[in-house]
């Protein structure tokens, strides 16, 4: 049974820093493409990264593009989303997700192509 399950989120001011962490089982992060996507109140959810698996390519939104970095830790069967310079505006609930394919990250933008997802964690950026 796979499960993704994401920690990390929290209130945070404008201007500082997350870390948000997706621990794996049932599958593994190195061999699979691992999303992030966010999902602000009374908005669609929306693309924040891609990792693809093995020699992993990555791939940004432009709106997190310098500020967040997505990653992973093999031997703890964990990805993660450092998070930089917050804005209000990046305030969602964040969910991590998985998929077997093995599309290019940038192709991986679409939540629709994602199999597996975890249950979200919240943050919130205050000005």
């Known amino acids: 049974q796979v499960q993704l399950a994401e920690s990390g989120g929290g209130l945070v001011q404008a201007g500082g820093s997350l870390r948000l962490s997706c621990a794996a089982s049932?599958?593994?992060?190195?061999?699979?493409?691992m999303g992030w996507f966010r999902q602000g109140a009374g908005k669609e959810r929306e693309f924040v990264a891609s990792?693809?698996?093995?020699?992993?390519?990555?791939y940004y939104a432009d709106s997190v593009k310098g500020r967040f970095t997505t990653s992973r830790d093999s031997a703890k069967n964990t990805l993660y989303l450092q998070m930089n310079g917050l804005k209000p505006d990046d305030t969602a609930v964040y969910y991590c997700?998985?998929?077997?394919?093995?599309?290019?990250?940038?192709?991986?933008?679409?939540?629709?192509?994602?199999?597996?997802w975890g249950q979200g964690t919240q943050v919130t950026v205050s000005s």
């Open positions: 997700a998985g998929d077997p394919s093995g599309m290019s990250a940038e192709s991986m933008r679409s939540e629709r192509l994602y199999r597996y």
């Open positions: 990792i693809t698996y093995g020699t992993p390519t990555i």
């Open positions: 049932g599958l593994h992060v190195s061999m699979m493409t």
